[in-house]
């Protein structure tokens, strides 16, 4: 097994790895104090190039932190109701079929690009040092994910995906449908369960940030991945259920 695959394979605990690193970011703790966030960080640059004064420009850096979760989680829950949770959730690659209905009609990775949306929102909680290792290890994560499935699709779809690709961009969104309606139905329930972590994480920033309080969000963060992970305990059991 290659080492893509492998990475593929245990993606789960490589992202969850890679958040924790930067959270935890030891090159900015060597000193013994405890780092800023990025979030202080950002405002104070913004602050002293005279840009914005440091009350508005902690707002501007949080303004712009939700929208961007805001944008991965609706991009995500889009992604999921076409795909299906029980897809998204799998540890294998299903390439059954391929799936050119909703977002998938102009990026062909929603789910990745929404991730990534997520972890730039993710990172001003961080310290800087943190946050410039989780975005770029995340990003670089993802072109291995995508190396991978595109290479597995290939193998299992052949010309129906060799022409998908040829007509839909990888990362970055068309403004308009580059392929006509499959008539797939978008199954919302599934797509709201399946993204349950990253609205929780909309919900903390949109209600919590005007404390300004660091420690409080990330305390938000981590009660919306334990509910997410809940949930799919709760569920998981029904869909294994012989029909």
């Known amino acids: 097994m290659k080492f893509a695959d492998i990475i593929f394979r245990f993606r789960r605990w490589v992202l969850v790895s890679i958040y924790f690193l930067g959270f935890w970011a030891p090159l900015d703790r060597m000193d013994g104090a405890h780092p800023e966030s990025t979030w202080l960080f950002l405002a104070g640059v913004l602050a002293r190039a005279r840009v914005l004064p440091i009350a508005y420009s902690s ?3 949080m303004g712009v932190a939700i929208l961007l979760a805001i944008l991965a989680a609706i991009l995500r829950t889009w992604g999921t109701a076409y795909l299906g949770r029980e897809v998204v959730l799998d540890r294998e690659l299903h390439g059954e079929r391929v799936v050119a209905d909703g977002p998938f009609r102009y990026v062909r990775n929603p789910l990745y ?5 997520h972890t ?11 946050a410039l290792f989780s975005v770029a290890a995340i990003a670089l994560a993802i072109v291995v994910f995508v190396h991978v499935e595109e290479n597995r699709l290939t193998a299992q779809s052949g010309e129906d995906y060799l022409a998908y690709r040829r007509k839909v961009p990888r990362f970055f969104c068309s403004l308009l ?7 797939q139905r978008a199954r919302w329930g599934q797509g709201f369960l399946g993204e349950i972590y990253p609205w929780g994480v909309c919900i903390t920033y949109i209600a919590f940030a005007s404390r300004y309080n660091v420690t409080l969000l990330e305390q938000g963060v981590l009660i919306s991945l334990g509910i997410s ?4 305990g709760m569920l998981r059991p029904v869909e294994l259920a012989p029909q």
């Open 59 to 61: 707002i501007a850096v």
């Open 113 to 117: 690009v929404g991730l990534w949306q």
């Open 120 to 130: 730039l929102a993710l990172s001003i909680l961080m310290p800087p040092g943190g």
């Open 177 to 183: 449908p580059r392929i006509p309606a499959g008539g």
């Open 229 to 232: 992970v809940m949930v799919r």
